[in-house]
């Protein structure tokens, strides 16, 4: 079956020479003139891969991009702009547009970033089924950091304590659950339940009984009584994560069992006493929510006192190649693989890039590149793009502009390739005549 590519275009010279191209690609291409009418194809075929121009007669490009990231996440999207629109282009990228290419441009480059687009997003759902069926979790923390070696220490000491709650805060991605599981593996609970909820997965009309349960009668529907996480966990440890997201109407409930280790079922008149640690954790930032009045200060200061902090992983360079190697011995394993070692090109950008999604990025990046790498070497190659990009989603309030970002990027490029441009363009998956101009037009000689 060929990939279906939706071309959004209002000007019917360039939807027609796009039609031309991509069906000479092996593409599948249909063309829609209005943001309207790739609405309504959207919702009646199968799509792969959209084309996206910005400026559409009836809606702002931007807006059908959003619609489509709400109803239709997988789809990668490729944003068509001007070469003045560098804004335009930085927004599409935030908002989740998967590569943007620059109008005029050239059909090689076309036909290049629409088959890379292609090629990851199969990769991403060939990937997304292999780890359903396969799983395999890693306990231990690594690393040997002075970061790590002072969290492992805190870490003892924490679990020696039998029943104070502890908060674990941290960037996205950094072990914090990984945390809560080696506290309660230290402590004298280890035997008894490690119980974990993600608050914010749970509609907060069902998170009360989740966390205290009911009594028969307690509602209409409950027939019979059910007991709540908080009696599960009795003896163990009920690991809340991403406590910053609890009702503020739950919030005194928590309080009052951190305080008292008691609780109420709904509908029950007898209180329930259990022993349990709550270890919680969240990556916002508490204080800023306090402040906010969504999260409760007596609630904030009942968790503060026992607070581990993880490090994100850019405080802890040295340790990126221990991880590295330890994702690269499972993953192998889970893909009966056998990638040996990582070029030094590819070394030197995996040590060098700033991580924002942490430790689950790098897993996340390994994985990809084991699953398409060829050799048994990882190269340059094997990386997403953003990583050679360097920080290619820009940060708040501190754009580089895009003009910048290339330039960046093709430098890096040619210092790897040490000046070798047909290799240079290669990597970056352009044709030689496009780089040779880029580096004329930026001056990078
Ligand atoms: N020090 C470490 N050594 C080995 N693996 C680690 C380490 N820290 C984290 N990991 C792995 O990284 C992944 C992410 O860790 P975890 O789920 O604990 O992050 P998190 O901080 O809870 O992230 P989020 O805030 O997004 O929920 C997991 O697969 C975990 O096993
Ligand atoms: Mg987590």
């Known amino acids: 079956m060929k990939p279906v590519v939706l071309i959004v275009e209002d000007d019917q010279l360039m939807s027609d020479s796009l039609i031309k191209v991509l069906s000479g690609e092996?593409?599948?291409?249909l063309a829609a003139g209005t943001g309207g009418e790739a609405?309504?194809?959207l919702e009646s075929t199968v799509i792969h891969l959209i084309l996206l121009d910005i400026n559409l007669p009836d809606m702002d490009g931007l807006d059908l991009l959003k619609v489509v990231e709400e109803t239709e996440p997988d789809i990668p999207v490729l944003v068509m702009t001007a070469y003045t629109d560098v804004t335009v282009a930085v927004n599409a990228m935030k908002k989740g547009a998967t590569d943007y290419i620059q109008k005029p441009f050239e059909l090689d480059e076309l036909k290049v970033i629409v088959h890379k687009a292609l090629e990851n997003s199969r990769l991403k759902s060939e990937l997304t089924t292999l780890k359903r069926s396969r799983k395999t979790e890693h306990t231990e923390i690594i690393g040997k950091s002075q970061k790590v070696k002072d969290l492992k220490k805190l870490i003892s000491v924490v679990a020696e304590t039998p029943r104070t709650p502890v908060l674990v805060v941290g960037e996205s991605g950094t072990g914090k659950e990984l945390v809560a599981a080696a506290i309660h593996q230290?402590?004298?609970?280890?035997?008894?339940?490690?119980v974990k909820i993600n608050v914010s997965a749970i509609p907060e009309n069902l998170l009360e009984s989740e966390f205290f349960g009911y009594k028969r009668g307690a509602f209409t529907d409950a027939k019979e009584s059910k007991k709540g996480l908080f009696e599960l966990a009795n003896n163990g440890t009920l690991f809340l994560d991403e406590v910053g997201e609890m009702q503020h109407s739950l919030q005194p409930k928590l309080l009052r069992f951190l305080e008292t280790q008691t609780f109420n079922p709904i509908g029950g008149i007898k209180e329930i006493k259990v022993d349990v640690r709550v270890i919680a954790a969240t990556n916002q930032d508490?204080?800023?929510?306090?402040s906010e009045g969504r999260f409760r200060d007596d609630l904030y200061y009942r968790l503060k006192v026992m607070v581990i902090e993880v490090p994100s992983l850019r405080e802890r360079r040295e340790d990126i190649s221990e991880l590295i190697d330890l994702f690269l011995?499972?993953?192998n394993k889970e893909l009966r693989k056998n990638v040996k070692s990582v070029s030094k090109e590819a070394k030197t950008i995996l040590m060098n890039y700033k991580w924002p999604g942490n430790i689950r990025e790098l897993?996340?990046?390994i994985e990809r590149a084991v699953i398409i790498s060829q050799s048994d070497t990882l190269n340059v190659e094997n990386l997403p793009m953003e990583l050679i990009k360097g920080e290619q989603v820009p940060q708040k309030g501190n754009f580089k502009k895009i003009s910048e970002m290339e330039q960046d990027y093709i430098k890096k490029v040619l210092s790897f390739t040490t000046g070798n441009k047909s290799e240079a363009a290669k990597i970056l998956g352009i044709s030689r005549s496009t780089l040779f101009e880029k580096i004329?037009?930026?001056n990078l000689n």
Not at 26 to 29: D, T
Not at 186 to 194: E, G, Q, V, Y
Not at 286 to 290: A, C, E
Request: proline share 7%; glycine share 4%.
């Open 26 to 29: 092996g593409l599948n291409p």
């Open 39 to 41: 609405k309504k194809i």
């Open 186 to 194: 230290a402590s004298d609970r280890k035997n008894f339940p490690l």
């Open 286 to 290: 508490l204080s800023q929510l306090v």
């Open 329 to 331: 011995a499972m993953v």
């Open 363 to 365: 897993k996340n990046v």
């Open 440 to 442: 004329k037009r930026y």
